[in-house]
């Protein structure tokens, strides 16, 4: 199985600031036929299911504010919020894609400092 | 706009088993290139993929449940299901349901999700 480890597990950033999270997968998500990362990005609020943000590493799910964005490479990601807004309080999840069984990071939780 | 719903008893007695299902609306399960997930999620934590099914019939399971999981599709009914055998507390959470576009081997990200519905293991 891909193991995916999420960091931080939690951060508190001020409102307009930048967000950083990382997620490393324990072997690479890099598909060579495609030249494609199999790696998506998830956000879920309390009493909600999560919703798609990203995916290919870095592609924007229609809908999707651009101050959310997604990078990296093989086996390290990072997902960005490039200014943080106040309705983006919420866990973050990584996926990976590549293959079953699919697996998840252990999320990290962003609040407002 | 495609939507998900669950659907099933919210309370399953120790070693019974759990049975759930998904209707589709809003766009059709037999779409090529799309897969159909089943996840969970133990209240307070974090998420586990059960397995997909494509309309074809078509599976793909998390071996992590030992056998004890089944999803199917009934194309007629625009609808999937989820049966879990021999639960325990340890299968108590939040069950979603969700489509999986451009699989790979089975392997997808989820792109619609249902609401969740809650399933709680007790006698």
């Not at chain 1, 009493?47 to 086996?75: C, H, M, N």
């Not at chain 2, 299968?91 to 709680?120: H, N």
């Amino acid at each position: 199985d891909i193991v995916m480890t999420q960091s931080p597990d939690s951060l508190a950033v001020s409102l307009g600031e930048r967000a950083t999270i990382n997620c490393k997968s324990s072997q690479s998500v890099l598909y060579s036929s495609n030249n494609k990362n199999f790696l998506a990005w998830y956000q879920q609020k309390p009493g909600q299911p999560p919703k798609l943000l990203i995916y290919w590493a870095s592609i924007r799910e229609s809908g999707v504010p651009d101050r959310f964005s997604g990078s990296g490479s093989g086996t390290d990601f990072t997902l960005t919020i490039s200014s943080l807004q106040a309705e983006d309080v919420a866990v973050y999840y990584c996926q990976q894609c590549y293959s079953t069984p699919l697996t998840f990071g252990g999320g990290t939780k962003v609040e407002i400092k | 706009q495609l939507q998900l719903h669950e659907s099933g008893p919210g309370l399953v007695k120790p070693s019974e088993t759990l049975s759930l299902t998904c209707t589709v609306s809003g766009g059709s399960i037999s779409t090529d290139n799309y897969y159909w997930g089943w996840l969970r999620q133990p209240p307070e934590n974090g998420l586990e993929w059960l397995g997909n099914v494509y309309y074809g019939g078509s599976t793909y399971y998390n071996p992590s449940l030992k056998s004890r999981v089944t999803i199917s599709v009934d194309k007629s009914k625009n609808q999937f299901s989820l049966k879990l055998t021999s639960v325990t507390a340890a299968d108590t959470a939040f069950y979603y349901c969700a489509r999986g576009p451009y699989a790979v081997r089975g392997a997808a990200y989820f792109d619609f999700w249902g609401q969740g519905t809650l399933v709680t293991v007790s006698s």
